[in-house]
DNA sequence: TTTGAAAAATGAACAATGTTCAATTTCTTT
DNA sequence: AAAGAAATTGAACATTGTTCATTTTTCAAA
């Protein structure tokens, strides 16, 4: 059916092309996206961005939702090397600071982008169809904060306390103040300024689990 | 330019149809946005669920958003009542932690609700419009909490925190809690149930605010 | 170099949606 | 009963996501 020589050569060399287009894609719609939002990035505009026909976008993703789990994809994997950075340091509760930092510094830096990962529906209703683990993506990233827990704990931090919940706990503070100031629920709330009551919000945080 | 017998009354009478109708627009509205979600909720199916026009409900509401927006109002009515209902007990971290239950009861039994009122951009982009400080619906429910919280300081607990930022910690640990839970990103992250989980991660944030 | 089939790209066409508005119907007052 | 005001209608428009028959491009084989 195919010939034999130089034909791999090529076929690599499509399949190149190919993830390249899909990735110059992602970058149109990953830009218009943090210009003009989700909902009012249309596959037109992507297209023309890139400067190709509408039928195409098609070809390389089935369709929009296919696109925000790309981005979700990538998003946790950028979140998860800004975490796995941070193992080097060694007392687990400066580690366990450092963790909170690195995660406000993500989600403030790249406010699209945890939105999509944390407060959107859509991503996780397109991973159902493919696998019930696919998610686990994500969940990596919890599995690291769940270890920098156990070693506070082992540390005499947390007494009583129990890992699971314990962990769970925290990330849910520390993601409710990411979440509730990206999505513009803090304005009116206090005089300060939200960015400032945020990271105060976070040395109070810090202040209550400091207890030996 | 107006008679004077009985016009008054006809008038009132008509005002009052005005507000039952738009109250059936948004009874309607809320019913299917729990039963297939706002984005796949159109305006034509608000109006025939009611069996009205789609003209109709332009009349009483400008578009989509305002619906939103007139839901979210009574969201935090609710919200606040249900908080409001708790200021009888008298003990300070009783009702830090019963306020807390409350909320986390009310988002899980109104989730779209809950979701329309931290979640959703929409919402917070109509007030805009408006008024800049329309929000402050949202804001006195914050204020309940604080209050409580700074008599749990007279009381001795919270040392060395500040009562502005320590409030939001918490607000944020238990939205947090809720919305990750309610957006379905919990799924996986342990082997508990994800309500479970919940109700376990409360104790342990309970547990962290419960020193003297 | 030529060729022809496979791969890629196209964009017109479709269905569904939010929104508008001139026309129609219903109601109220005189 | 009739005129005027208010409420309701639904056809029509613009914009969207999506599909698919058609066209263009690519490239191994002759």
Redesign the interface.
Known sequence: MQAEHCLMGTAERKAKEKEELKELILQAAQKLFVEK?VEHTTIRNIASEIEYSVGTVYVYYRDKNEILHDLHRRGFMKLGASMAALQHVSHPFERLKATGRAYIAFALDNQLMYDLM????AP?HTMRMNQE?K??E??AT?GVLRQTITDCMSAGYFK???V???S??I???????C??YI????????A?EPRQ??E??????I???D?K
């Open positions: 939002g944390f407060n959107m529906k996780m683990e998610w686990q994500g969940m919890f009583g306390h129990e699971e919940a314990l769970f706990a990330w849910s503070a520390v993601h409710g103040m979440s509730l999505r513009e629920r803090i304005q009116g709330a206090s300060a009551l945020l105060e919000a976070f040395e109070s945080l202040r209550m689990m207890v």
